[in-house]
């Protein structure tokens, strides 16, 4: 678990106030490898931010994904999380359509942040740089349980990833 500054360009037009409006905020980020494998091996790389809301905080999980047309949908992996660009994967509900975050590296602790309607063009709205150190490792990160404000989720995407974080649940409470 580290530390990051979230610089928000503001100006954008996603219909999203929080992805729309400039501002920057101290969150935190927890970097992971899905399968667990050697560093050496490829794997699946995640990358959660966790943004404090007034009385809570909002997560947001990415994925390496590719940022084109069809790629954004379809998981990859590699030996390094900045090899390759991350997405939400799934789209995001939102007042004016269906939308999905993604980010692209510009070094192993910067990213740039960009949102996309479907298949369309994306647009940068964010930076994003990890600080040094560490913080506390029992952080759970959960964006159903706590979403950013304007982004819900689809009722299929809740289904769809509900035996995942139910089981992830359970097993922090045992």
Do not use: C, K
């Not at 494998?37 to 994904?65: C, E, I, K, Q």
């Not at 964006?143 to 769809?160: D, E, I, M």
């Amino acid at each position: 678990m580290r530390s990051a500054t979230l610089t928000r360009y503001g100006g954008g037009s996603s219909g999203v106030p929080w992805l729309d409006e400039a501002g920057q905020d101290q969150v935190l980020v927890r970097r992971s490898r899905a399968a667990g494998l050697p560093p050496w091996l490829p794997d699946v790389h995640g990358l959660a931010l966790g943004v404090p809301l007034p009385g809570a905080r909002g997560d947001l999980l990415l994925a390496s994904t590719g940022l084109g047309r069809l790629t954004r949908f379809t998981l990859t992996a590699a030996r390094r999380a900045e090899q390759r660009p991350m997405t939400t994967l799934l789209p995001y509900r939102t007042a004016s359509g269906p939308l999905l975050v993604g980010a692209r590296s510009d070094g192993p602790d910067r990213h740039r942040l960009g949102w996309a309607r479907g298949t369309g063009p994306w647009t940068e709205w964010a930076d994003l740089v990890i600080h040094e150190g560490s913080g506390d490792a029992d952080v759970v990160f959960d964006p159903v349980l706590q979403p950013l404000p304007g982004l819900a989720h689809y009722t299929w995407v809740n289904r769809l990833r509900a035996p995942a974080y139910r089981a992830s649940r359970s097993r922090r409470e045992s």
